[in-house]
């Protein structure tokens, strides 16, 4: 294996961190590894903002379901999609076309995934933050995103103070496909991982989360999914067409 591969492969998001700062050499690292992430058509569209002043930060943290990583990690960076500085360069651009949310939001992603799996393979740990997009109106204002511009995640980054087991993922022969779709999943591969799902939560809980897979997308999938948010593209100038 690889050195890549191993650090990719152990993986688990860190919500708790120690006091110390990431040294500047490590934060310009992370960042040029994120800015080395592929990019649609190069159109590079993405903004990363960090969040340096204690206050701000505070604020931001209350908007995101007052997850307190999310104040108290060495960083916290937002992650946009940002296509106001193409306006700013070509202003008769033609924007707001729901293909463009997509490219915005995979180039950011990509940068994000970069990011990440950089500060892992330094011995940093970090946790993606999506309550970023909790408040997006209040959000956009604290951190003056102008039209053009959408928080799409945050980003804690840190020394570790945990070191918790790597969390498993579905079988992969359920995921990777060959040639055609396969509709139908596999019963006995499925009862399997939710039993494996089960076991992890108990151990990483010391028996008090009794949960499958099926049984947590079941709850999760219950729930409204953020039903404002088509509004609050569109005032940002996305999704217009
Ligand atoms: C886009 C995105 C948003 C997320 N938002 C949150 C969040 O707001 N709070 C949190 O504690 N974890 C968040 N997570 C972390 C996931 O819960 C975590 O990645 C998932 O449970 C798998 O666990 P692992 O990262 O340890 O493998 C987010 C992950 C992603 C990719």
């Avoid at 990431?22 to 080395?36: D, F, K, R, T």
């Avoid at 969390?167 to 999943?185: D, G, H, I, S, W």
């Amino acid at each position: 294996m690889s050195a890549a591969i191993e650090v990719m492969r152990n993986h688990r998001s860190i919500r708790k961190f120690t006091d110390e700062a990431i040294a500047p050499e490590q934060l310009q690292a992370i960042m040029a590894a994120a800015q080395s992430a592929s990019s649609s058509s190069f159109l590079q569209a993405s903004s990363v903002i960090r969040i340096t002043d204690s206050e701000l930060r505070r604020q931001v943290m209350v908007l995101c379901g007052e997850q307190a990583y999310v104040a108290g990690a060495a960083e916290f960076w937002v992650f946009c999609a940002d296509f106001h500085r193409h306006l700013h360069w070509v202003p008769h651009a033609r924007t707001g076309f729901a293909e463009q949310l997509l490219i915005g939001a995979i180039d950011t992603a990509l940068m994000g995934q970069n990011a990440i799996t950089a500060a892992e393979s330094l011995g940093l740990g970090g946790v993606f933050i999506g309550a970023v997009r909790n408040q997006p109106h209040r959000l956009c204002e604290l951190l003056a995103l102008p039209q053009g511009v959408i928080p799409l995640f945050g980003l804690c980054l840190g020394h570790p103070a945990q070191d918790p087991e790597p969390k498993p993922r579905l079988p992969a022969a359920l995921v990777f496909m060959e040639n055609r779709y396969q509709a139908e999943p596999d019963e006995a591969k499925m009862a399997e991982y939710d039993a494996q799902v089960r076991r992890y939560y108990q151990t990483r809980t010391g028996g008090n989360k009794d949960m499958t897979w099926t049984g947590q997308i079941a709850a999760t999938l219950a729930r409204e999914a953020r039903p404002f948010m088509l509004d609050f593209l569109r005032q940002q100038g996305f999704c217009l067409r």
